[in-house]
């Protein structure tokens, strides 16, 4: 059994055949489940010879009516969808470097039976400190990635892909040891001779300052400098 046969049945279990009832025209489960397919496909990059990089977070835009029927069985689909893109990319052997996130949301200029799926590979950003979900104290230098913000607590913060970073980024296309940001009049980040390079606001850097609302990529992750 493929994974789209077993994608509907596990949604038929789910909801005791509510699925079949409800989506009998316009959009249907297994077709946003065939788009997430072929969107993994098209956005797979090449890192190397053993390593080949899919997209883990998802955005499924549905029309005003389409959403209004699939939210009812929002959570569920979700996490099935998500599944169902976890296990397709298991069995191509494809990288994830982040948890799958498959998110429902409206468009109220498609019509009906239209939607449209975008996606982006977001690292997955620890920190020694901790990360803060939400609002961090005023004044406080942070950066952010998400929903998440990882406060700067030392002088001098360490960015990368290596264990012993202050902030690690899960990123294959991040150095071991990528850039650091040092506190001061003004905050400055610094990349550290780092293979691919650290970017802020589009242009490669060896040394910036940072302003609020700057945004530093490592690979392809977006971190955003808030001073306050």
Do not use: W
Not at 6 to 12: A, I, Q, R, V
Not at 16 to 36: D, M, T
Not at 104 to 116: C, S
């Amino acid at each position: 059994m493929g994974l789209l046969e077993k994608f509907e049945d596990s949604l038929d279990r789910l909801v005791n055949g509510a699925f079949a009832r409800a989506f009998k025209a316009e959009v249907q489960p297994v077709e946003i489940a065939s788009a997430l397919q072929r969107e993994v496909n098209d956005r797979a990059a090449v890192i190397d010879r053993s390593r080949t990089v899919i997209p883990n977070v998802f955005h499924v835009e549905l029309s005003t009516h389409d959403y209004s029927r699939l939210s009812v069985f929002k959570d569920a689909l979700q996490v099935e969808l998500g599944t169902l893109v976890r296990d397709y990319g298991a069995e191509q052997s494809y990288t994830l470097i982040g948890p799958v996130q498959v998110l429902l949301g409206q468009d109220d200029e498609l019509e009906t039976g239209i939607f449209r799926v975008r996606s982006e590979a977001q690292a997955e950003v620890s920190s020694s400190a901790g990360g803060v979900v939400g609002p961090t104290d005023a004044g406080q230098p942070r950066l952010e990635v998400g929903g998440s913000a990882y406060p700067l607590m030392r002088a001098v913060t360490r960015l990368g892909r290596g264990t012993d970073t202050d902030i690690r980024i899960e990123d294959p296309s991040a150095s071991r040891h990528h850039c650091e940001i040092v506190l001061g009049s003004p905050v400055v980040v610094r990349d550290l001779n780092s293979t691919n390079g650290t970017y802020v606001d589009g242009a490669r850097i060896a040394e910036v300052a940072l302003a609020d609302g700057t945004t530093i990529t490592i690979g392809a992750t977006p971190l955003v400098f808030r001073s306050s």
